[in-house]
């Protein structure tokens, strides 16, 4: 069965630092999606990043970046130079069959000043 | 980027009352919709997935006479939370499925509806 792991409930990290967010996944399927979403506090679910499972480098977007670790089943989000507006939840997703997405549970991302 | 719309974004009703939610593909045509349910502080609960012009598929749990869903376009999915009742009270959010998208698999996500059932 597919599966996907976020074992962060949540997360403090001061202002213009780095983060982490974690995600592993389980699946046998050799072709599949990886998504990060971002949902402030407003409800809104905006796409961050996708990777691909035969994608060959890791995929950017601006300040998102995804260390895809494909041995090891990670897909984790990193946030370069963090900023207030980055608080929120942080949801990893995986492409399951009838194009359905596999989510986890979720990370809250706290920026402090 | 593709959008999608949902309306209304709050709703609150009286219990025994139905309430429907719309959920529009405005620039692309959505082969595929999905309706989530969210509890506080949880994640995305796949409700239906729905398939223009064909009957939705519910997931295991959800009952398909409380939530009515219909799908008469490749831009338009209903759901219809009848005979509301208190513990219906939740944030639905819809998706759809741009079959184009170059990201297979990519879901769109409309802004959400709150629903309150007094």
């Known amino acids: 069965a597919q599966k996907i792991t976020q074992t962060q409930p949540g997360m403090f990290v001061q202002e213009k630092e780095a983060v982490t967010l974690d995600c592993t996944y389980d699946t046998s399927d050799q072709s599949y999606g990886l998504f990060w979403y971002k949902q402030p506090s407003s409800g809104e679910m905006i796409f961050l990043i996708y990777q691909g499972s035969y994608d060959e480098q890791n995929a950017t977007e601006g300040r998102y970046s995804l260390n895809f670790q494909k041995a090891r089943k990670s897909a984790n989000l990193v946030i370069s130079a963090s900023q207030l507006g980055d608080s929120a939840m942080y949801f990893c997703a995986m492409r399951g069959s009838n194009y359905q997405l596999i989510w986890g549970a979720g990370t809250k991302l706290i920026i402090k000043p | 980027g593709a959008v999608v719309s949902q309306h209304p974004s709050r709703v609150i009703c009286k219990s025994g009352t139905s309430v429907k939610i719309e959920c529009r593909s405005l620039d692309f045509q959505a082969t595929t919709m999905f309706w989530y349910r969210q509890f506080p502080k949880k994640s995305l609960m796949l409700m239906a997935t729905?398939?223009?012009?064909?009957?939705?598929?519910?997931e295991q749990g959800v009952e398909k006479d409380k939530f009515l869903i219909n799908h008469a376009s490749l831009t338009l999915s209903t759901l219809t939370v009848t005979s509301a009742h208190p513990e219906d009270s939740s944030f639905y959010i819809c998706s759809a499925r741009d079959p184009t998208s170059g990201r297979p698999g990519e879901q769109y996500f409309g802004p959400g509806t709150r629903l309150t059932v007094t």
């Open positions: 729905s398939n223009e012009g064909s009957k939705a598929t519910y």
